[in-house]
C-alpha cells in the first residue's frame, strides 16, 4: 500500500459515514442539500482515487526510466572512457607516424651542390599523401615529387609504398621518363589490387651543364622562375598507377645562373575564401611572376602568408607541399 491509498482508505470510512447518515435522515428538511453536498463529495472522492492511481503509475514509470538512465549513462560513461583510450592510443600513433614521415623527407632548409634549398611540408592531418625526394645522381640533382590521391591515413599509407618503390629503381636509369614508366609498371603489378593513383614528377637538374631534364605523370605545371619570364613544366602522361605501360617524354630546357625551381602539390592552389572561391593556378602563377626576384624561401613564405590571408579561417582541404631550389 502506497502513503497516497492510505488517505484514500481513510476517505471511504468517511463516505460510507455519510451514506448511513443519510438513510436515517431521508426526512430532515436539510435532506436534499445535504444528499446534493454528498454526491458532489463522493464524484470529487473518485475522482480523486483515480488521479491518486494514475500518479502511482506514472511514479512506477518515472522510477524505471530513471533506473534506465541511469543504466545508459554509466554504459555511455564506459563506452566514452574506453573511446578516449582507443583516441590516446591512435593518436600517439598518428605522431610516431608523423616523426617517421618527416624523417624521410629532406631537411626543410639545406644546400645541394651549393644551391639553397627549402621547403614546407603541412599534411591536412597528422599525417598526408605528398611525398619528394633529393638525391645526387652522377654530378645531377634528381628532384622527385609525388601527390597521392586523398589524404590522411591513406594517403600516407600510399605515400610508404610510393617511397618503398622509388628508392629501389631511383638511380637505375638514366632519363626522369624511364624512371616514370618502370616505376609505374612495377607499382602496377604490385598494388593494382589496391586501385590508387597518384601525380608525380622527375627533375634531372645539371647546373653545369646549365641543363634540366623533367618528366611529368599528370602533375601540375611546376614552375622554372627566369629574370624575365616563367617557364611552366607540364606533364607528359598520365598519373602514375593509372595504366599499365604509359609512355612519358622528357623535356630539356636551358638554365641560366639566376634560375630556380618552385615544385608543389594541388593543395597549394586548392584553398577556398570565404565566399567559396579557389585559390587558383592563375592566382599562383601571378603570385610567383610578381615575386620572382625574391629567393625561394622569401617566395614560399610570402605566399603561405598571402594563402593564409586568403582563407581568412577557412578550412584546408588537402596536404600542402612546396619546394624551391636555386
Known amino acids: ?33 445535504y444528499q446534493e453536498l454528498a454526491e458532489a463529495y463522493f464524484k470529487l472522492l473518485r475522482q480523486s482515487q483515480k488521479i491518486i492511481r494514475l500518479s502511482d503509475a506514472q511514479q512506477n514509470r518515472l522510477h524505471k526510466l530513471n533506473h534506465q538512465q541511469e ?59 605528398d611525398f619528394y625526394d633529393i638525391v645526387e645522381i652522377d654530378g645531377k640533382i634528381r628532384v622527385f615529387f609525388a601527390d597521392a590521391t586523398g589524404h590522411g591515413i591513406r ?70 622562375i627566369k629574370p624575365q619570364e616563367i617557364i611552366q613544366l607540364k606533364p607528359s602522361g598520365e598519373p602514375l598507377g593509372f595504366m599499365e605501360h604509359t609512355n612519358y617524354t622528357s623535356h630539356t630546357l636551358e638554365l641560366g645562373d639566376k634560375d630556380k625551381f618552385i615544385l608543389f602539390s594541388d593543395g597549394i592552389y586548392e584553398q577556398f575564401n570565404q565566399k567559396d572561391e579557389m585559390f587558383g593556378l592563375e592566382k599562383l602563377y601571378d603570385f610567383i611572376y610578381a615575386n620572382r626576384e625574391k629567393s625561394c624561401k622569401e617566395i614560399i613564405e610570402l605566399l603561405l602568408q598571402t594563402l593564409e590571408e586568403y582563407r581568412n579561417g577557412q578550412t584546408v582541404f588537402d596536404d600542402v607541399t612546396i619546394l624551391g631550389l636555386g
Open 1 to 33: 500500500m502506497t502513503k497516497q491509498n492510505e488517505p484514500s482508505r481513510e476517505e471511504d470510512k468517511i463516505a460510507q459515514k455519510a451514506r448511513d447518515i443519510l438513510e436515517k435522515q431521508q426526512h430532515s428538511p436539510l435532506f436534499a442539500e
Open 155 to 224: 594517403a600516407a599509407l600510399i605515400s610508404m609504398l610510393i617511397k618503398a618503390e622509388y628508392e629501389s629503381i631511383k638511380k637505375t636509369y638514366q632519363e626522369p621518363h624511364e624512371v616514370l614508366m618502370q616505376f609505374n609498371d612495377d607499382f602496377i603489378k604490385l598494388y593494382e589490387s589496391l586501385n590508387v593513383f597518384f601525380t608525380g614528377i622527375i627533375l634531372d637538374i645539371d647546373f653545369s651543364q646549365n641543363q634540366v631534364h623533367y618528366s611529368s605523370a599528370g602533375h601540375p605545371p611546376q614552375y622554372l
Open 71 to 129: 543504466l545508459l549513462t554509466e554504459m555511455s560513461n564506459l563506452a566514452y572512457k574506453e573511446l578516449n583510450q582507443v583516441y590516446s592510443e591512435v593518436k600517439q600513433d598518428l605522431l610516431f607516424a608523423r616523426e617517421i614521415q618527416q624523417a624521410i623527407l629532406p631537411k626543410e632548409t639545406s644546400q645541394i651542390q651549393n644551391k639553397p634549398f627549402y621547403s614546407h611540408y603541412s599534411p591536412m592531418t597528422d599525417i598526408g599523401g
